[in-house]
């Protein structure tokens, strides 16, 4: 195998191998009184029987531990014009609680009661199903209850550290 190969062990190089995996680019999402949004790219399906999705979610951010004190959640799979909304909900300098939400379009979740993002793609709302401790990250797994797909349309991508409209 020809190119550089480079010590796994090292969270920069680490990064940059991953980042040659092409992923979506999504906002999860928990109401109640205090919601939360953050932008995430670990996110996959499970399973279609039962129909579950996961999310991973590093230890240190505020959404880990909004997602430990609440049963419900969203995912809103970004379009490829959302790149300000990722940006967005990345950004920890963006206000807390429900004032963060006065600067996308959005709407509760019939079935989470979590924010969806309006103009994306597709929305999944779940149930907190269960959790696994992974390194630095929690994997969330989530029950699907309820799910949206506007028809058409790209999504937004994560590749090699950059958003990205998919091609």
């Not at 906002?27 to 205090?34: F, L, M, P, Y």
């Not at 300098?93 to 989470?112: H, K, M, N, T, Y």
């Not at 993002?117 to 779940?126: K, N, P, R, T, V």
């Amino acid at each position: 195998m020809e190119g550089l190969q480079e010590t796994v062990f090292e969270k920069a190089s680490l990064r940059r191998v991953f980042g040659a995996f092409a992923t979506g680019v999504t906002v999860v999402t928990v109401g109640g009184e205090i919601p939360h949004g953050m932008t995430a790219n670990s996110f996959t399906a499970v399973s279609l029987d039962p129909p579950l999705i996961l999310v991973c979610v590093e230890r240190d951010a505020l959404m880990h531990d909004v997602l430990e004190q609440h049963p419900a959640f969203a995912v809103s799979i970004l379009a490829a014009d959302q790149t300000g909304v990722a940006r967005y909900f990345a950004d920890k300098r963006r206000p807390v609680g429900r004032d963060q939400f006065d600067a996308v379009p959005w709407s509760f979740g019939a079935c989470s009661g979590a924010p969806l993002i309006q103009g994306s793609l597709a929305h999944l709302e779940c149930a907190l199903h269960e959790s696994h401790e992974a390194g630095d990250h929690t994997i969330y797994i989530g029950r699907i209850l309820a799910t949206w797909r506007r028809p058409g349309d790209d999504a937004l991508l994560f590749l090699n550290g950059e958003l990205r409209p998919a091609a």
